[in-house]
């Protein structure tokens, strides 16, 4: 009985201090809000507020992270100013709790919107005034803007001037521009980071940095080197780059009776230096189709933009790539504008409007990432068919390089994979049947090929992108040095030291962390350990106090 009591007393007291922590916090809020610049409408919590769960779950974008086992944040802020981001940044510090920052919500491991400590969640849709200046030939972005959002109002103001950035119109700035940012004019422009002229960021002591104001090399740091590792980024500027009136599009299928292996050895090999103005992506899948009687078969989807018409594009790839067969039939005309609509999937009927739709159908899911420096052998390519045949589920896409990607320098941004990089390849899986059964399914499928894919890649260190986020290639628990080192050099290359120095200089204390954050010279280990034994001594003498008068007979 009295064990009972002496253990309940021992949760009481727990329960107690997390308490404290949340009181704490709302406090700390409390005293950062006026009349002109309150808070309080903007904070939502679990315990009173039924909006809590449908900010939440707006912008989970893997189902994977919405269970009802997945840790919830014990707030969450929803900023209208910049002011109010500061007041999270310095409240969430003071008591104590981690802090996970949001834009688009499309981390592939859902580290915008899960801890496994808690947590508050600083979510920042509604930080996402865009500002085209067609004179300056510039555009103003906030973090919590949508990829689709900024090419619309671009669209709005200009036809001939666009921004290398990614495909998937719901993707968020904070995340993306942060991480690199790429897209189909990569071998014309290079990424998104290529073309930040300014930034804004809100550093661990609540102040507002730009350009002019902040560290020069905290502005190199997040124009690829994830943002959430320095600070919550506010906005980005770049300078927008011309696009011409007209360019071209196509899609092909082609199978093994067209002789695909040929054609995808051939593809890996002309895209280096063929026409800058040329990107040619391959989606390769396992399908089924009525002519195969029910057996899986390979197919390989070639999709282009050209920036230019179409009788050039063809006679650009009747000269470098005329195994493809291109017809000016299978090439379509239109705005760079309509292109980013064909690039979404979208049909030729659809209003340009449906770029500012927020919403995304949500799948269970799982992404890797690789980079080939050599080209695969035509063997390789008819095993690697097989592979995908045989697993039966996973996709992969390959995104060619070279032109501008191979003329910047490594060092110029955090991104590393350049010059040598003949093209990335993405995994994807995804799939509808909830729970850990089906899960470790297609995890064991994805890894699978991952692995199959291990002699065709690059190695020492193999090379991931930041953007498709992987936790397979390594997890920081003690926020070491040597833990960020297994990922850090995957996503940096030899980058990877200089942004620890970076993150020494400006977080020091590690305040922005997560699983795969860059770690402070000289941090965690030792002191997350101390930290963790004085807590829990403190704990256990404040329970003994209590308990005692439990325990005594
Ligand atoms: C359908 C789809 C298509 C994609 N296509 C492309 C593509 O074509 N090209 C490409 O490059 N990538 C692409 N991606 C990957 C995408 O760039 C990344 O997932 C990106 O990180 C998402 O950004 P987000 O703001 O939506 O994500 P979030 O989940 O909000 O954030 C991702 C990471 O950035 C941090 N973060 C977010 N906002 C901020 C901020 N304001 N300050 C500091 N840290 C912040 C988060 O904490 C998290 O660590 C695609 C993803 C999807 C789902
Ligand atoms: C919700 O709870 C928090 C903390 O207890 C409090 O500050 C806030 O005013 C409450 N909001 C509503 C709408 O009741
Ligand atoms: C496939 O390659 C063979 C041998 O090179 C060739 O004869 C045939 O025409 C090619 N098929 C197609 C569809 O290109
Ligand atoms: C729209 O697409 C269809 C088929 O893809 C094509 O036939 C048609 O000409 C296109 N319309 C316009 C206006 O481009
Ligand atoms: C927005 O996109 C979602 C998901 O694709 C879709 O269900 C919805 O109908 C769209 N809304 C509008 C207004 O187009």
Same mark, same amino acid.
């Given at each position: ?56 779950? &707006? ?60 947590? $508050? ?55 993306? $521009? ?20 300014? &930034? ?275 997890? &920081? ?30 977080? &020091? ?45």
């Amino acid at each position: 009985m009295r064990l009972v009591v002496g253990i309940f007393s021992f949760l009481l007291f727990l329960w107690r201090v997390s308490s404290k922590t949340s009181d704490n916090f709302l406090q700390c809020l409390r005293k950062y809000s006026d009349p002109v610049n309150d808070i309080s409408h903007i904070v939502y919590t679990s315990a009173n507020n039924s909006a809590y769960s449908s900010v939440l779950q &707006a912008r989970i974008q893997n189902l994977r992270y919405n269970t009802p086992k997945t840790r919830k944040p014990e707030f969450i802020i929803t900023p209208f100013k910049k002011s109010h981001v500061s007041a999270a940044v310095i409240c969430t510090k003071n008591s104590g709790f981690n802090l996970r920052i949001r834009s688009g919500g499309h981390d592939f491991e859902g580290l915008s919107y899960v801890s496994d400590v808690p947590f $508050i969640l600083l979510d920042l849709f509604n930080l996402n005034a865009i500002n085209v200046n067609v004179g300056a030939q510039t555009v103003y972005v906030e973090a919590g803007a949508t990829v689709g959002e900024l090419y619309y109002k671009i669209w709005e103001k200009s036809k001939v001037h666009g921004l290398p950035a990614g495909v998937c119109p719901t993707v968020g700035i904070g995340g993306h $521009i942060s991480g690199g940012g790429y897209g189909n004019m990569i071998r014309k422009y290079g990424l998104s980071v290529d073309h930040v002229v300014d &930034a804004e960021i809100m550093d661990a002591q609540g102040r507002i940095l730009n350009k002019k104001t902040m560290d020069e090399d905290l502005f190199w740091a997040i124009r690829g080197g994830g943002g959430a590792s320095f600070g919550v980024v506010l906005s980005y500027t770049f300078n927008l780059v011309p696009v011409p009136k007209v360019v071209s599009v196509f899609q092909v299928m082609k199978f093994a009776e067209d002789n695909v292996t040929d054609l995808v050895y051939k593809w890996q090999h002309v895209m280096q230096d063929i026409d800058d103005d040329l990107f040619i992506r391959l989606l390769l899948q396992p399908v089924t189709v009525p002519k195969s009687n029910g057996k899986k078969v390979i197919r390989v989807t070639f999709i282009s933009l050209f920036l230019g018409g179409a009788d050039r594009l063809v006679s650009v790839m009747n000269s470098q790539f005329p195994e493809l067969g291109l017809k000016r039939s299978d090439c379509l005309e239109m705005t760079w504008g309509e292109s980013v609509l064909f690039w979404a999937n979208y049909d030729n009927r659809t209003s340009m409007k449906v770029l500012l739709n927020q919403t995304y159908d949500a799948d269970y899911l799982k992404r890797k990432s690789d980079y080939v420096t050599e080209p695969i052998s035509k063997d390789g390519l008819e095993l690697l068919w097989k592979k995908l045949v045989n697993i039966a589920k996973p996709g992969l896409v390959f995104n060619s390089y070279g032109g501008q990607m191979s003329k910047i320098s490594e060092s110029v941004t955090p991104f590393p994979h350049r010059h040598g990089n003949l093209y990335k390849i993405q995994y994807s899986i995804s799939w509808k049947e909830p729970g850990e059964e089906a899960e470790r399914k297609y995890l064991g499928m994805i890894r699978e090929l991952y692995d199959f894919m291990t002699p065709y890649v690059s190695k020492s260190p193999r090379r991931a992108y930041l953007n498709y986020r992987d936790l397979d290639i390594g997890v &920081a628990h003690d926020f070491t040095y040597e833990e960020g080192k297994v990922y850090g050099e995957k996503y940096f290359v030899d980058n990877f030291d200089r942004l620890v120095r970076v993150k020494s200089k400006v977080d &020091a204390d590690n305040f922005f962390r997560n699983e795969q954050s860059i770690p402070p010279l000289k941090s965690g280990g030792e002191k997350r350990k101390v930290v963790y034994a004085v807590y829990f001594l403190n704990a256990f003498a404040t329970w003994l106090a209590c308990a005692k008068w439990f325990l005594m007979p």
